[in-house]
């Protein structure tokens, strides 16, 4: 039957209900019992299942898994292959190769999709010349052997397939979607698409036989809108474009148009239209829709269609949409209809945009566009609860839903993922939700991965930090951490030239951490655009704020009041700065007040010449700089540099610094904290400083399963004497955008009470040091250093304070014991060995 198109909006009571982010999503989810959450278990990058290893371009985009839940199966469409991995071990996937498509056909062939069916696996192909003739096939391989069992050519170019629960049917969009190039980009652009039946009665694959749903009239030269569709008021009937197909229980199949903004049900054992529906548009309200620099939910989104990408069923009754948009429209959300009639029964307004704001996964860059793109989407059933996943493409992140009553979905939490979550891959029976993340760009370390995510969790694990949605709008690229020293639970944070240049409070008594007061750095009475990678509160008020600059004398030291306000801005001196490139000032704290109030501040990388970086102090009373030479660990991995990224001063006068590779994911090597101290004395050389150890953050970074961040970046211990350390996000373009807040332990846990030293050695800042001018070690082997990945073998000599790769290797069998060695150990690491041990024996439950 026919069903009346969707009005333009939603009425207006639910509209108001919908765009009101309440607090309870951005806290802890409070309506889920203990054991009802997802926690990641993996992070599997797909380059390694590649023959060609880390220089491949692929990606995993859609993935299906086998009857027995172990092995996953995804489409590589830039590599023209799909690929196999074994989970069985929900902690370490293990890739079992590829299946190129030119061994099912051509090299040119492309897959789109793929679904299992016992011992087979169904790959949907796309053999199109070109968009005005297309073409494709459905290939059966053996998932044993990986053998092709037998081949069904389609009426044109495929996207989705779905296979029903009782197995008699799957069903498969041919879209033969347009060509964005051709004319306006847009509707109508001949041939008209589909939809393709394979009816499974038989055993024997050979036996299966194909339909064929037409969703037009008339020849491919010609096609003629069907009544149905136009009944129903789509877009542009004539060129349906089906995009994404779903079938519930009772064979029933739904699928999305999505450049139509519409909805068709198929009925698959007659294999007749039975209903068509306009989805309708909706106004959202405070969403940001500017690219302006600034994290600003004011704007919105005027009678937007909603234009839904993926559609799943709920109780065979309601469908929900992922309204990810194309061409005309998109509107940010997702929503949930009445399948018989079309009503729009729920609708996700400005929730899933706050949630990223909230949350600091909102890709502001793209604000303009369609901003998070929700595209993918699964509904399946956990412990007895049906549950939704949204997947936001541009956001990274999937939104997870509470179904039992499919009109009111409630949220429940946040998983993150890696770049681009194409595939929502939920799996039951091994109480698993895969994603497969389809970004790959090697230059930049983003690399396409596979997600796991095991339900049965007590606690979400993410967000580590999210923004009171009453009073931030969001945050993102946070880069330096400084004590409040009015408040002993507080620090304060600021964020690079992502945005617009911003100082947020963050409240640590609370978990996640809340930050819960923003404000603008001001300059004149104007918005200021510094790149901000330092802040340090002064015990007077105010602040001291360090900007980096584009060359070294542009580098700033910057004195601001309580409210931001710039009073005063001090250049670095231009005979130490002047050859120094766009890695420059990269942390800033404060020590003392009044006449005595010495600002420290750290060069991020070397100033060219010299075999150490800087770290700088400056005294504002009698307006002079003196400097330290800092040894930096050795890089051995061609391409990658060391540097300090943050400096922060500790109760006892000495300096905690942060040291880090430019690595990600599982190519980093270093992300550590070192202990130095400052001499008294300046002279007018450069003493070298002696380093100490003090946390390995690696295993902070690695610990909840996710692709290593790459910039460590703040480092703050606040007045109770806690340290935290955080992520710098890169604002969620070219990273995946997750910010790691983390609790390393209490200062007298991590850092060794020091007395102020005498400098070691000192060199002339205009040159290399000599080693041999002293018995004292060079800053490529600092004997008082230690390197705190076992991977970099480059001290092998550990100090005092260091822990060698052996030791490394006894506490870990320690840690799966659960014994503390603490009295063999260095300073600094008995609160991470607990954390190990906790890790350990957590990652051993979760394996099956």
């Known amino acids: 039957m026919n069903h009346n198109p969707r009005p333009s909006a939603l009425p207006g009571a639910v509209v108001a209900g919908t765009l009101v982010l309440s607090m309870s999503l951005l806290g802890a989810p409070a309506l889920a019992e203990n054991g009802a959450y997802f926690e990641r278990t993996a992070t599997y990058p797909v380059y390694q299942n590649h023959p060609e290893g880390e220089s491949a371009v692929t990606a995993a985009e859609i993935s299906t898994v086998s009857a027995d839940g172990r092995t996953m199966i995804y489409t590589d469409a830039l590599a023209r292959q799909i690929g196999f991995v074994d989970i069985s071990d929900t902690g370490a996937p293990q890739g079992l190769g590829t299946l190129s498509l030119k061994q099912l056909g051509s090299p040119e062939d492309e897959p789109t999709s793929v679904a299992t069916y016992g011992d087979y696996v169904f790959v949907v192909v796309n053999t199109s010349e070109d968009y005005a003739n297309p073409s494709g096939r459905v290939d059966v391989v053996r998932i044993a052997d990986r053998s092709l069992v037998h081949s ?100 029933q199949l739904a699928v999305s148009l999505q450049e139509n903004n519409g909805i068709v049900l198929v009925d698959l054992p007659s294999g007749k239209i039975t209903g068509a529906f306009n989805t309708g548009s909706v106004e959202v309200n405070g969403v940001d829709t500017a690219n302006g620099g600034e994290l600003n939910p004011a704007g919105s989104l005027a009678a937007t269609p909603r234009e839904p990408d993926a559609i799943a069923w709920a109780q065979d009754r309601y469908l ?259 050859e120094l490139g766009k890695q420059g000032l990269e942390g800033v704290s404060v020590r003392g007040s009044g006449r005595d109030e010495e600002v420290i501040f750290a060069l991020q990388r070397e100033v060219p010449g010299e075999g150490f970086v800087r770290i700088g102090r400056y005294r504002p009373a009698e307006k002079d700089f003196s400097w330290f030479g800092y040894p930096l660990q050795p890089s051995i991995v061609e391409g990658n540099w060391n540097g300090l990224s943050e400096i922060t001063a500790l109760p006892d006068g000495s300096l905690a ?88 332990g209490a200062v007298e846990q991590l850092f060794e009470p020091t007395a102020q030293p005498e400098p070691s050695q000192s060199v002339a800042p205009s040159q290399d040091p000599d080693p041999s001018a002293s018995d004292e070690p060079s800053p490529e082997a600092p004997s008082s250093s230690s390197e705190p990945s076992a991977s970099n073998e480059a001290d092998p000599t550990p100090s005092t304070t260091s822990i060698s790769t052996p030791e490394r290797e006894q506490e870990q069998e320690l840690a799966d014991t659960g014994f503390e060695r603490s009295s063999l150990l260095g300073y600094g690491t008995v609160a991470l060995l607990i954390g190990a041990a906790i890790a350990v024996g957590a990652r051993a439950r979760r394996r099956h």
């Open 657 to 744: 610094v942060i040291e880090r590779d430019k690595q990600v994911g599982e190519y980093a090597e270093l992300k550590a904290v070192y202990q130095v101290n400052l001499p008294e004395a300046a002279t007018a050389e450069v003493p070298l400083l002696e380093k100490k150890l003090a946390v390995d953050v690696l295993p902070v970074l690695a610990r909840d399963n996710g692709r290593v961040q790459e910039k460590l970046e703040g480092l703050g211990v606040t007045g109770a004497g806690e340290v935290f350390t955080v992520t710098d996000n890169d604002a969620v373009k070219d990273a995946t955008g997750e910010t790691v807040f983390a609790h390393l």
């Open 152 to 251: 069904f050519e389609l009426s044109g170019q495929p996207d989705s397939i779905a296979v029903s629960n009782d197995g008699a049917y799957a069903a498969i969009a041919i879209e033969n979607e347009r060509d964005e190039d051709a004319g306006d980009g847009g509707l109508p652009q001949t041939p008209a698409g589909s939809i393709s039946i394979l009816d499974l009665g038989s055993p024997e694959p050979a036996q299966w036989s194909l339909r064929e749903v037409p969703l037009t009239t008339g020849d491919a030269a010609d096609p003629k809108p069907l009544p149905e569709l136009v009944q129903a008021g789509l877009d542009t009937p004539q060129d349906p474009e089906p995009e994404y197909v779903s079938i519930n229980g009772q064979n």
């Open 320 to 578: 929900l949409t992922a309204n990810e948009g194309d061409w005309k429209g998109g509107s940010r959300g997702f929503s949930v209809f009445d399948a018989s009639t079309g009503e729009v029964l729920w609708d996700a307004g400005n929730e899933l945009e706050a949630l990223a704001m909230s949350q600091g996964l909102f890709p502001e860059h793209r604000a303009e566009k369609k901003g998070i793109e929700p595209e993918g989407l699964a509904v399946a059933e956990f412990n007895g609860v049906d549950y939704a996943f949204v997947a936001a493409e541009r956001a990274n992140f999937v939104a997870v839903y509470d179904l039992s009553d499919p009109t009111t979905p409630t949220y429940v939490q946040c998983l993150p993922t890696t770049s681009g979550p194409e595939g929502v891959l939920p799996i039951p029976s091994r109480n698993l939700l895969a994603i497969s993340s389809e970004v790959d760009e090697a230059e930049e370390s983003v690399r396409s991965s596979l997600n796991l995510f095991e339900f049965g969790a007590p606690a979400p694990a993410f967000p580590q930090l999210r923004a009171d949605a009453d009073a931030v709008a969001g945050f993102g690229a946070l880069s330096g951490l400084s004590v409040d020293p009015a408040d002993e639970h507080r620090l304060y944070a600021v964020s690079d030239n992502a945005y617009r240049s911003r100082i947020y409070s963050i409240n640590t008594a609370v978990t996640p951490a809340v930050i819960d007061a923003s404000f603008p750095v001001t300059k004149d009475g104007k918005l200021a655009e510094y790149d901000l990678e330092g802040i340090a509160a002064r015990s007077e008020g105010g602040f001291w704020a360090a900007h980096e600059g584009a060359s070294g004398p542009e580098n700033l030291l910057l004195r601001l009041d309580a409210q931001g306000s710039v009073l005063e801005e001090v250049a670095l001196p231009t005979d130490v700065v002047a």
